[in-house]
């Protein structure tokens, strides 16, 4: 079957909602964890053992806040890539990037041969 370009855009135009539906849920979570990250910080007066077990979780939500923001800005950077018409594209070869790959990972920016040179 040739793909048409109708069928390109029906693909875009669900990418784009998934992406928004992410940013959405992830915006909201990013939101939820710093805010207890906030109340973490300004909680006083704890006494030593439960201090240890706060600090524990703080570094948790700061590992969770900050992966929830990077994969923030890949959604943002998708979907203004959905805007430009570049979505799809390998940054690296600038090859289309699979669309099994994209409809796992709606926001990749590099195609699966790169990806894997990058990663070993
Ligand atoms: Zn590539």
């Known amino acids: 079957m040739k793909k048409t370009k109708e069928n390109a855009t029906q693909f875009e135009a669900g990418q784009r909602s998934r992406l928004e539906g992410l940013r959405e849920h992830l915006a ?3 939101r939820k964890v710093e805010s207890d990250l906030a ?3 300004s909680g006083a007066e704890i006494d030593s053992e439960e ?5 524990e979780n703080d570094e948790v939500l700061s590992a969770l806040s900050g ?3 990077d994969q923030l800005e890949l959604i943002e950077a998708a979907l203004a890539r959905l805007d430009a ?9 600038n090859r289309p990037i699979g669309r099994s790959r ?3 990972l709606p926001y990749a ?9 990058q990663g070993g």
């Open 28 to 30: 909201r979570r990013t």
């Open 39 to 41: 109340r973490a910080e």
């Open 67 to 69: 992966e929830g923001r």
């Open 102 to 104: 994209l409809e796992a």
């Open 109 to 117: 920016t590099t195609c699966i041969t790169c990806s894997k040179k």
């Open 85 to 93: 018409a570049t979505y799809g594209l390998c940054a690296t070869c």
């Open 51 to 55: 201090q240890a077990v706060e600090r």
